[in-house]
Each structure stands twice: as C-alpha cells, then as structure tokens.
C-alpha cells in the first residue's frame, strides 16, 4: 500500500490517525457529537495544514451520521428539525458576519462556562429535569448553534443542551443530533468541492483510513444500544463539561 498519493508523510503517521479516528468516530456514535473535538486538535499535531485535517473529517462523519440517522429514523422529529433548520440558517449568516467584522471571543468564554455548570447540574441532581420547551425556543436555539458554527465552525453545544433538557430517550437524541450534523454536512460538502477543498489526496487519504471509520462506527453502536438511559444522560453531562472546559483553555491559552 503507497502512500506516494495521499497527504500521510509515513506509515507511522498513518497508523497515529487510524488510533486517533478510530476513538473519535466510537465517541461520535456513541453520543451523537465530539468527532471534531477529539479529533481535530490531536491530528493538527501532526498533520498540516489542518485544511487536510478539516476535509478528512468531513469524509470521516458523513458515513457515520448516514448510518445513525438510518438506525433512528422513527425516533426523528422531523418537524423540530426543520425549524431548528431554519434558524441555524439564520444565525450562520449573522455569525458569520460577527466573526469577519466583531470580536465573538467573548461569547465562546461566557459559553465555555455556561456548559461547564450545566453539566455539573445535570450530573449532581437526581432526576433530569425535563424541559417543555416554549414554540419560539427551538428557531431561538437553532439561531444561536447557526451563531456559533459561522463564528467558530462549533454549532453542536446549544443543540447537546437543548436535546438534554428535552428528556430525549438516547437513540432520539442521537438521532436529531446526528440529522442536523448530516444536513450541515452535506451543505459543507458541495462548498468544499466548489472551493477547490475536496482533492484527489485527501479523498485517497480518507480511504485509507476507512477500516478505522467502519470499526468506529460499529463500537460506536454497540455501546450505545448496552448503555442505560441514565448513564448515557450522565456521560452526555461529562461530555457538556469537558466541551466547556476546552473552550476556556482555548480562549485563555
């Protein structure tokens, strides 16, 4: 097997990023979000530019969230994704907007500590407190994740939180998140084409690590459908933490 076509400098380094997607993709199925924040700061560590990094991602995730929103069709609010939908629309254009002409930091830090004492809530109390959400909340929260993906390419938080407080059995929020992610993806997918973005070594390069993705995805699942409903809501709360706290160390580094 060469690898005179794609963008790994050397086998070890292949081998690194199997280990890496792997764990990534397992995490991503499981949950139904953390690829990017497992993945992308460990793979920038070794391969560059981190363009490569971003599109092998995107070939990365598609299959998973293809097979997620396969497995949980039925459990689907197709009407709460559109409207979420519609809203992320919204709120890209005006992040975006943000991002090129304001200083958004200070958002990312007031939300790095908003998901750290949510989910430290969430893993102390008892009982999940299960939220009948209002009829103007779901466009508001797809306006805000819309915010955050044009601002700083990270859409997923606002929905984790909205999706936990709803009381979502597991493979329901799984899926909604999963659909949502699907739907950005494919709408990343022809950008990045068009752009020039998608090329012949990293489209090669995300076939070599293939077998990494499949086994992912099948570990992924797996856990999934043994865990408990409660220690799923539980290791989601961990997962709100640890997505807080990365947010903070990179503001503050």
């Given at each position: ?78 009407q709460g994704i559109v409207i979420l939908s519609g809203g992320i629309v919204v709120g890209t254009v005006i992040g975006t907007l943000i991002l090129k002409y304001g200083n958004p930091e200070f958002i990312l830090t007031i939300l790095g500590f ?49 999706y936990q407080l709803s009381g979502l059995k597991k493979e329901a929020f799984r899926g909604n998140l999963m659909t949502l992610f699907l739907l950005m993806a494919l709408v990343r997918f022809p950008s990045y084409a068009f752009s020039g973005l ?56």
């Open positions: 097997m060469s690898l005179e076509a794609t963008f790994f400098d050397s086998y070890n380094q292949l081998i690194l990023t199997w280990l890496i997607l792997f764990m990534a993709q397992t995490v991503y199925v499981l949950f139904g979000f953390g690829l990017g924040l497992i993945a992308v700061g460990l793979l920038a560590l070794f391969i560059q530019p981190v363009t490569h990094v971003i599109v092998l991602l995107l070939f990365v995730a598609i299959p998973a969230e293809i097979y997620v929103v396969y497995r949980s069709w039925r459990s689907i609010s197709w908003f998901l750290i004492g949510a989910g430290m809530i969430f893993l102390i109390a008892q009982s999940a407190k299960i939220i009948c959400w209002p009829s103007w909340c779901p466009p508001f929260i797809g306006v805000v994740a819309g915010l955050l993906a044009g601002m700083f390419g990270t859409g997923g938080p606002p929905l984790i939180f909205y998608v090329t012949f070594p990293r489209f090669l390069s995300a076939v070599y690590i293939f077998p990494a993705i499949l086994l992912g995805i099948w570990l992924g699942n797996r856990i999934h459908v043994q865990i408990s409903e409660t220690g799923f809501r539980k290791m989601v709360s961990a997962g709100l933490i640890v997505i807080g706290i990365i947010l903070l160390i990179k503001q503050f580094h």
